[in-house]
């Protein structure tokens, strides 16, 4: 792999795993080659064997952040962040799931393995509105969500070993006022209801529908064409002091069908919605100091780089809180794949100086996303 050691030409390495046919992405270096792969792992480290002449690529473990194995239904995935960028290595074969799997494990890294159960996912507005606007529709318990159910949604959200050293739970962040009560599974009903008029779900519904191009009948967002979700559970927020503060959390959200998610993918497929979206939240972080906010202005569209197969569209956002000084970055990302929609936030303050920190956050909620191997309906 690439890392601080360099290039080192090397025919005789001691491994406890071998596996071939991999690809991988990004490149290690410009216009290098990205396959065929070999990948091997010892006490030592990863290595990677590559090109012709064969160039073996060693880092250390310890050199090595957030290294996690995904198993899907036809391959495997291997995610590790060296010198921070973060690559994905993949194959077409699950045969050597197991050797990786254990020498992954031994040197401090996660293995997220198929499960029976489907994963849980939650939009943070529903979530929001639900105990802050009261008005997107009748929310209520339904009994309660099997452990199975918990514990599946509490390792397809964020986790603090998703992230480099320095950071651990808020007890008092921004980023709550969007994201909610953390670990708490939400059940809804398919009954929406029109928001009472000048509440908050009114302005950030109007604002959306406006910035976006849509009718409130069209709308599945925040309009009445929207479904809402089976389950729904947020992560806690996350902050970190790094590059003079930083907060991030994920809310995760399982859709009976794969038709609902599809139908609200399409709406994100305009060119506009990462701008709105960033926009609307920016505008509910806004309304928990002021009751305007109206003129809040339009985002900027960014669209992440992801490495495995689903669909990602976000946005960036400028903040103006009181008692905060100095720049403030809401990064909003919608994420989506089969049953299951995503919603990572980030408030950060160097922006774009954190993009690919975003990015690797993304990519990480993807695998998991796209590792639970449910059926389509």
């Known amino acids: 792999m690439c890392g601080r050691g360099g290039p080192d030409r090397r025919k005789d390495v001691s491994t406890t795993f071998r596996s071939e046919g991999w690809m991988v992405r990004p490149s290690f270096v410009p216009h290098g ?187 599945r967002m925040y309009g009445t064409a929207g479904q809402q979700a089976d389950y729904q559970v947020a992560s806690p927020v996350y902050a970190s002091s790094q590059n003079g503060g930083a907060e991030v959390a994920s809310a995760t959200q399982y859709y009976r069908t794969t038709t609902m998610v599809r139908k609200d993918t399409a709406e994100m497929r305009d060119a506009n919605f990462g701008a709105c979206f960033a926009q609307t939240n920016a505008a509910l972080l806004e309304a928990v100091y002021s009751s305007d906010i109206a003129g809040v202005p339009a985002g900027t569209n960014w669209r992440p780089l992801t490495f495995v197969k689903g669909f990602a569209r976000g946005g960036v956002e400028k903040l103006s809180v009181p008692g905060v000084t100095g720049a403030l970055n809401l990064v909003m990302v919608q994420i989506t794949a089969g049953h299951y929609e995503v919603t990572l936030g980030a408030l950060v303050g160097s922006w774009p100086k954190d993009k690919l920190f975003v990015v690797n956050l993304v990519n990480t909620l993807l695998a998991r996303m796209t590792s639970t191997g449910s059926a389509a309906v």
Do not use: M
Request: glycine residues 8%.
């Open 33 to 219: 080659a990205t396959t065929p792969i070999t990948l091997l792992g010892d006490e030592q480290g990863l290595t990677q064997l590559s090109g012709e002449p064969t160039v073996a690529w060693q880092t250390p473990w310890g050199e090595l952040a957030n290294v996690q194995l995904v198993r899907f239904s036809r391959g495997l995935a291997l995610f590790a962040t060296a010198d921070g960028v973060r690559y994905c290595w993949r194959s077409a074969k699950t045969s050597d799931h197991d050797a990786i799997a254990d020498v992954i494990s031994q040197h401090g890294g996660r293995v997220v393995r198929r499960r029976r159960r489907a994963g849980i996912y939650a939009v943070v507005l529903v979530v929001l509105l639900a105990s802050v606007a009261g008005g997107i529709g009748a929310f209520f318990a339904k009994g309660s969500p099997s452990a199975a159910i918990v514990a599946d949604a509490k390792a397809v959200n964020l986790d603090v070993r998703d992230l480099p050293s320095g950071w651990s739970p808020a007890s008092d962040s921004l980023l709550s006022n969007l994201f909610g009560s953390p670990d708490k599974v939400i059940t809804s009903t398919t009954v929406t209801t029109s928001p009472a008029a000048n509440s908050t779900w009114a302005k950030v519904s109007t604002l959306f529908q406006h910035c976006l191009g849509v009718s409130a009948a069209k709308d």
